[in-house]
């Protein structure tokens, strides 16, 4: 178990060690593979409590499919059905969707519905 940010930032050290050892080739009864497998998981378990990731808000969510998706605000906006401003309203937080506009954009933008509806 990891203690505190100096072990921490040590193990870190060691597994970028170890990762330039370790392949998908390397057979998993390797002394430095099985190092690597046992110190990710103490790394793992030590970030879930001081590093935890939160769920990303809506705007942050629409930001990022818009990137993957390579749409504009004015695309979205036609894919949602909701005027620009709207779009804009909801990328500033200014503006929560309704029902049906939160349907859309868990259905064309394939984001979460948890994520939509803030659940």
């Given at each position: 178990m990891i203690q505190n940010e100096h072990q921490y930032n040590a193990i870190m050290k060691r597994?970028?060690?170890?990762?330039?050892?370790?392949?998908?080739?390397?057979?998993?009864?390797?002394?430095?593979?099985?190092?690597?497998?046992?110190?990710?998981?103490?790394?793992?378990?030590?970030?879930?409590?001081?590093?935890?990731?939160?769920?990303?808000?809506?705007?942050?969510?629409?930001?990022?499919?818009?990137?993957?998706?390579?749409?504009?605000?004015?695309?979205v906006s036609e894919l949602i059905e909701v005027s620009p401003s709207r779009v804009s309203e909801y990328l500033t937080g200014k503006s929560e969707p309704t029902l049906k506009v939160a349907r859309n954009i868990a259905q064309k933008l394939n984001i979460s519905a948890n994520i939509v509806l803030g659940v």
């Open positions: 597994i970028d060690e170890l990762l330039e050892l370790v392949d998908d080739n390397t057979p998993t009864t390797d002394k430095n593979y099985i190092e690597l497998d046992i110190l990710s998981e103490m790394v793992e378990k030590y970030e879930e409590i001081h590093y935890p990731i939160g769920t990303p808000s809506l705007a942050e969510t629409i930001k990022l499919r818009m990137y993957e998706m390579n749409l504009t605000q004015a695309k």
